[in-house]
């Protein structure tokens, strides 16, 4: 591939590994810049990206905002809650609103499965899932394939062990299609409960359990347990929980001190992972954190400087 021909950033399932490993490139790249004196390379001054989050959220919406400012973009951030969605407007309606304002950018997050694709249909600037209720967080997915990549330089071969709340992982989802995509070996693991028969379908193993699975591997990637996502009982308890499913320091000392530990954030602190292990030195959580500036910023050129022309659908 000679460049960048698409015009939306919706899902992992639409990057071809030419695609991934571009992005990757360009985001490291970034990542150096980053560490120099000046961070800032302003290719993308005088436009518009706006920030539309309708779920909580600090990494990925402040790293958005961030990395456009550092490309030089002016930021708006929409506050749902004062806008006039309160007062009835659909989302089509609010989206056609904002066409007329003239962004260049928008990055939504929505808890809604399909609505960046649904918006992508008719929208006449560049749209970015920044995470959509159970489907995909392809963004996420970018950044911690750039941190295994900084961490292993390759990707064939890598054993990597995604525990947790599968059934409600976008995350899951996204970095499973990535790290397939690149060759890596995916397991899925936790309760039962939780990591549905459908995943392997993603070309994954399911194993149980979690000690079992978490064997071998190169990376423990741990999610978060989405206790706003969850409408049944899943597993008895957070303690429960703990003890069978998340990595105890004593575990990690036991056997897998060879691993290193990924977690795509917020963390539960003793219930996903240790308290300690968040910042142990084969943690690779807050590089995670890093790295989602440096992909973002290189989606955020990528898409506006290199994306094909917008058509103008129905507006
Ligand atoms: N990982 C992630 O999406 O974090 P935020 O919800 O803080 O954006």
């Not at 992005?23 to 290719?43: I, V």
């Not at 004062?82 to 929505?110: F, M, Q």
């Not at 000392?253 to 060879?258: D, L, M, S, T, V």
């Amino acid at each position: 591939m000679g460049g960048w021909c698409k015009t939306h950033l919706l899902s992992m399932r639409f990057l071809t590994r030419e695609d991934i490993v571009y992005l990757l490139d360009k985001a490291d790249e970034f990542r150096e810049l980053l560490e120099a004196s000046p961070r800032y390379r302003e290719s993308l001054k005088g436009l518009v990206l706006v920030n539309f989050f309708f779920e909580p959220s600090t990494r990925t919406r402040v790293s958005f905002e961030i990395a456009g400012k550092l490309l030089g973009m002016q930021v708006v951030n929409v506050d749902v809650e004062v806008s006039s969605l309160r007062k009835g407007e659909s989302l089509r309606d609010t989206i056609r609103t904002l066409a007329r304002l003239k962004p260049d950018v928008l990055v939504i997050r929505h808890s809604q499965s399909g609505v960046p694709e649904y918006l992508a249909r008719f929208s006449p600037f560049h749209i970015v899932n920044a995470g959509d209720g159970t489907h995909e967080h392809p963004t996420q997915a970018l950044l911690d394939l750039l941190a295994i990549r900084r961490t292993f330089h390759h990707f064939e071969g890598l054993r990597v062990a995604i525990v947790g709340d599968v059934l409600h992982s976008r995350v899951a989802r996204s970095l499973s299609i990535g790290l397939k995509s690149l060759g890596s070996e995916v397991i899925f693991s936790g309760p039962p409960t939780l990591v549905p028969p459908q995943v392997e379908a993603l070309g994954a193993r399911r194993v149980f359990p979690v000690e079992e699975a978490i064997t071998g591997a190169q990376v423990i990637y741990l999610l978060r347990i989405q206790r706003e996502r969850q409408e049944a009982g899943y597993f008895p308890s957070l303690r429960e929980y703990a003890t069978f499913f998340g990595l105890k320091e004593s575990l990690w000392e036991k056997a897998f001190q060879n691993a290193f530990i990924m977690h795509p954030g917020p963390v539960n602190r003793g219930v996903e992972m240790g308290y300690g292990l968040v910042e142990h030195e084969r943690s690779l959580v807050e590089e995670q954190v890093t790295c989602g500036l440096a992909v973002r910023m290189a989606v955020l050129e990528t898409l506006v400087r290199e994306g094909e022309r917008i058509p103008c659908g129905e507006f």
